[in-house]
């Protein structure tokens, strides 16, 4: 990023991080105010639907999604994320709706109607989605968080858990290989801490069936955290916070229906490059996770 060039975005915050991922919200404010990054929040945005809506009808996903997009164009900046499923709703629904302006314009008419009716913006397709780290490793750059680093996360090991939505939800990820991605790999090497691999690190969290399917959704997301230890990981870090409640909020749960106990803290994304920037953890909600982040904290300090 050169210093003159000031990046700005339309931030789409999501309902989880003000709620109940709380702390994603804080460390994202704290986080891009460090950075000197301009968040404009889309305070009138409603909720992607976290892929739900599409069951009931895709016109109703694709219409509420219209909307939330039509909210950034207004502002002429890119719709900016920090949640890899509102990542995967509302870009999948931006690259249809943009295919749609040449196949099937009749269908696009419709959605900006039904945005009319509601005396709402028109969808026009000028604008992109963007996950918070894409924003940091394509627009803010890697050379330049290193920088920035002031406490090095040397002998940190962290375990990447991306999410299927952030990979996988859109026909094209120019960011990144959907199947075999390095991003938040690279994020780790330039805060100096040493990226884990691991089998279950692009696979679904759990999350989606947790409702309906409990016991194999726990199974789900204990395998992803045995393999992560199993593999050295001091800690897990995920840039989604459904992938969060799953993995953090009902780590618990988890360990006593597997009858193991993992007690493996699990970050969100801004909350690990904040820390290597500086932040006190107080700061970034750090004393709110279900697994205590202690044993990463007391690791990073006496380096």
Not at 70 to 89: D, K
Not at 185 to 213: D, H, K, M
Not at 285 to 297: A, E, F, Q
Request: net charge negative; charged share 20%; proline share 5%.
């Amino acid at each position: 990023m050169s210093s003159s060039v000031k990046l700005r975005y339309a931030y789409f915050p999501g309902c989880v991080a003000q709620g109940a991922c709380r702390e994603l919200y804080q460390s994202t404010q704290v986080l891009t105010e460090t950075l000197g990054i301009e968040l404009v929040e889309l305070k009138k945005a409603s909720c992607c639907g976290s892929g739900t809506f599409k069951e009931d009808s895709q016109l109703l996903e694709d219409t509420v999604n219209a909307r939330n997009l039509a909210l950034a164009e207004e502002l002429n900046l890119p719709l900016l994320t920090h949640c890899s499923t509102c990542q995967g709703v509302i870009g999948r629904v931006d690259e249809r709706l943009k295919d749609y302006q040449n196949s099937d314009p009749a269908y696009l008419e419709k959605v900006n109607q039904l945005l009319q009716k509601e005396s709402c913006t028109p969808y026009k397709g000028a604008t992109e989605v963007k996950h918070l780290l894409w924003a940091l490793v394509a627009d803010y750059g890697l050379a330049e968080i290193e920088r920035r680093v002031t406490r090095k996360l040397s002998g940190l090991k962290c375990a990447a858990f991306y999410g299927c939505y952030l990979l996988r939800a859109q026909h094209q990820l120019i960011y990144d290989d959907p199947h075999q991605p390095e991003s938040m790999e690279n994020v780790f090497r330039a805060l100096g801490a040493t990226p884990v691999y691991y089998r279950g690190r692009t696979q679904c969290c759990g999350w989606p069936i947790s409702s309906y399917a409990t016991n194999e959704s726990f199974q789900m997301a204990g395998n992803h955290i045995e393999e992560a230890i199993a593999a050295g990981a001091d800690c897990m870090v995920t840039p989604c916070p459904l992938c969060h409640l799953n993995l953090d909020s009902r780590q618990p749960e988890i360990s006593k229906f597997l009858g193991r106990s993992f007690n493996l803290p699990v970050l969100h994304l801004p909350q690990i490059i904040a820390i290597a920037l500086g932040i006190s953890p107080q700061a970034l909600g750090l004393d709110n996770h279900i697994v205590s982040t202690t044993p990463v904290l007391e690791k990073i300090m006496n380096n």
